[in-house]
């Protein structure tokens, strides 16, 4: 089998090779060894002899006779002694290659190099008869289009700065105050603060990530960061690790009173509330936010409730403990 590949000025070829003899050279040998020994060729046995083959080599001959080595490889190692030859094949030897592959002899040669018993032998194959006695379904020739070449990538120009779109509110308890730190792209560190959404301006330098440090009303605080999306930088209660908390009281009478007083106590490095709420009918649900600095709620809300039902009597007082940002009473 042989292939041969063309695209442009470049080609590669790939051939499949065999040292074995076929069979009109066995029935030739035996008849030349029965006729030497006076027997009949059917008396006969051909058995495999020790064969080491040491290379295969291929080589393109041009018209001179000068030689031109196009692949080298092993064989199989075993009977019938196979091997593949791939190489490229240089521009001034694509018409010699396609000469062989359409049937000219003394173009293109597999040479085996070989030990046979204690013998050393070569052996050549030529490609052009080989390919000329075989069915045309064993030789192909594909020519390809030039690959185009691809385009040089035009360096897309960082962007100095990057839309900043802030989306709570800063002033209001838990945010009382908003720091947003980072580098621009000479590597010189800024910092913007915010106390109220009008004191954000409408850019920030560009850069891989923000740093945002969240302050409470005592002034405690913590950092998160934050990286730009397609938008540019984006400042949400996510963002910020801010939690919607909400408390529910169902089930109560039109006329009955439902007051809470309410401690968030974070678990790691968010920022403690304390704030008393009334659950007004008809829904008798209040929402607020926390902040935890992650992503849930991270700590423990400690509920105490103080109710009187629809008759105006006082419900004994209790506790609810809930470390889950919904709360249910």
């Known amino acids: ?138 030789r192909h020739t594909f020519a390809v289009p030039d690959p185009a070449e691809p385009p040089e990538p035009v360096p897309a120009t960082p962007e100095a700065s990057l839309p900043l779109r802030i989306t709570v509110p800063v002033g209001d308890p838990p945010v009382h105050r908003l720091e947003l730190s980072g580098t621009d792209a000479a590597g010189a560190p800024w910092t913007v603060p915010i106390t109220a959404p009008g004191t954000a301006p409408a850019r920030l330098p560009a850069g891989e990530s923000l740093r945002l440090t969240v302050q409470g009303e005592d002034g405690s605080s913590y950092e998160r960061t934050a990286a730009p999306d397609a938008s540019g930088w984006v400042v949400d209660d996510r963002a910020l690790g801010v939690v919607t908390v909400t408390c529910e009281a169902p089930g109560r009478d039109q006329a009955a009173a439902v007051a809470i007083e309410v401690w968030y106590q974070p678990a790691g490095d968010g920022l403690p509330d304390h704030r008393g709420l009334t659950l007004t009918p008809p829904a008798r649900s209040v929402s607020w936010r926390v902040a935890s600095g992650r992503d849930d709620l991270d700590g423990e809300l400690v509920v105490d409730v103080s109710e009187t039902d629809g008759s105006g009597a006082t419900v004994p007082k209790r506790t609810v403990r809930s470390t889950t940002a919904h709360v249910r009473i």
């Open 1 to 138: 089998m042989a292939s041969l590949v063309m695209a442009g000025a470049s080609a590669s070829l790939q051939l499949s090779a065999h040292w074995w003899p076929e069979r009109d050279e066995v029935d030739a040998l035996l008849g030349r060894a029965a006729e030497e020994l006076e027997v009949a060729p059917g008396d006969l046995i051909v058995a495999i002899g020790g064969v080491e083959v040491h290379g295969v080599t291929l080589i393109a001959r041009e018209d001179g006779g000068g030689e031109s080595v196009l692949a080298h490889s092993t064989s199989s190692g075993a009977p019938p002694y196979t091997t593949l030859l791939t190489a490229p094949v240089e521009p001034t030897l694509v018409p010699l290659v396609k000469e062989a592959f359409s049937g000219s002899p003394g173009k293109l040669l597999v040479r085996f190099d070989a030990t046979l018993e204690t013998e050393r032998v070569r052996r050549e194959l030529d490609v052009g008869r080989a390919l000329g006695a075989a069915p045309s379904g064993e």
